[in-house]
């Protein structure tokens, strides 16, 4: 697998009259990874997605994919790239089969056993042949990305792919994209305001906020992280009155609180050996330890200061 990546934005910024959506982007998309967009309503996700596909212009700065410009080299960086942005865009009085065949035609080396292998791909075997009118929005998702797929791209571009999915279908949609980045080296870029999806789907996210970019992490090190460096701990330990007089006199305890398993404190990592000593000098009985994550959503509204995602 190759180290360069296949999508670099460097200094993108998009403005319109004297507002400036979005500012001054820079980061790396490497392959096979799935990247994910987060960020509160108005944030730039669409923005920048409808920049890296050729739909809007970029004011400064540049996007290259696979190493071709997207402003100076459009057919030649494009061709690598299939996309949804918002809705999948079909013709309703056709079918699905020939809502593929009529794209194919377009794009040379479509072959008929191409289109049978995205039509197994997405699970539409059973309604290929049905009018899309006849669709639910989530077989019309599932459409979408079979025809964003039909050139083999090496960069799958998805604006909240999930929309009218259930929760099957999201966890088919799930699969079958690590399907994708595990064994066709694919790198997916998708923006979801499902944040919980997006922990079990993404490789590392990028938070935008007010169109400028907060951060690009994996899902664990934003899991991992806290704006003061402390993170939560359940102590299993009786008796619980104890424990918790004793910890909530510590100074390194920045929280305590008892819960039905035992204890909960906000602490700093290297603070638990020397806290168990304490525990264990006032002769309380410890069970256990243990780290309690946070959610991606949790850590998206701390690092956003509460702003809703969308």
Do not use: W
């Not at 596909?53 to 402003?71: H, P, R, T």
């Not at 949804?84 to 194919?104: D, F, Q, R, T, W």
């Not at 959503?297 to 701390?302: A, G, H, I, P, Q």
Request: charged share 25%.
């Amino acid at each position: 697998m190759s180290n360069e990546p296949i999508v670099s934005l460097r200094g993108v910024t998009k403005r319109i009259g004297r507002t400036t959506i979005i500012d001054n982007l820079t980061f790396d998309v490497p392959q096979g990874e799935i990247f994910g967009f987060l960020g509160p309503n108005g944030a730039g996700k669409t923005t920048t997605i409808r920049m890296m596909v050729g739909l809007m212009s970029i004011s400064q700065g540049e996007i290259v994919i696979k190493g071709k410009n997207i402003k100076h080299e459009f057919e030649q960086a494009i061709r690598h790239v299939g996309a949804i942005v918002e809705n999948p865009e079909m013709y309703k009085y056709l079918s699905g089969y020939h809502n593929l065949v009529h794209y194919a035609r377009m794009v040379p080396g479509v072959t008929k056993e191409r289109i049978d292998e995205v039509v197994s791909l997405v699970k539409l075997e059973t309604r290929i042949h049905d009018k899309v009118k006849k669709y639910s929005l989530g077989m019309r998702q599932r459409l979408g990305v079979a025809q964003a797929l039909l050139h083999r791209p090496s960069l799958l571009i998805l604006d909240e792919p999930t929309n009218g999915l259930d929760p099957a279908g999201i966890r088919e949609l799930r699969d079958y994209l690590r399907y994708l980045t595990r064994t066709e080296g694919i790198t997916v870029i998708v923006s979801s305001h499902l944040l919980t999806e997006m922990e079990l789907m993404c490789d590392r996210v990028a938070i935008l906020q007010q169109g400028k970019l907060i951060d690009v992490k994996t899902i664990q090190e934003f899991m991992a992280d806290s704006k003061d460096g402390t993170q939560t701990y359940l102590i299993e330990a009786s008796p619980v009155d104890e424990v918790h007089a004793a910890v909530s006199g510590m100074c390194h305890v920045k929280e305590a609180k008892v819960v039905t398993e035992g204890v909960e404190i906000v602490t700093e990592r290297d603070c638990i050996p020397d806290i168990l000593a304490e525990l264990m000098r006032k002769d309380v009985r410890i069970y256990g330890v243990q780290l309690l994550r946070q959610s991606l959503e949790d850590r998206f509204l701390e690092i956003t200061g509460g702003e809703q995602v969308g």
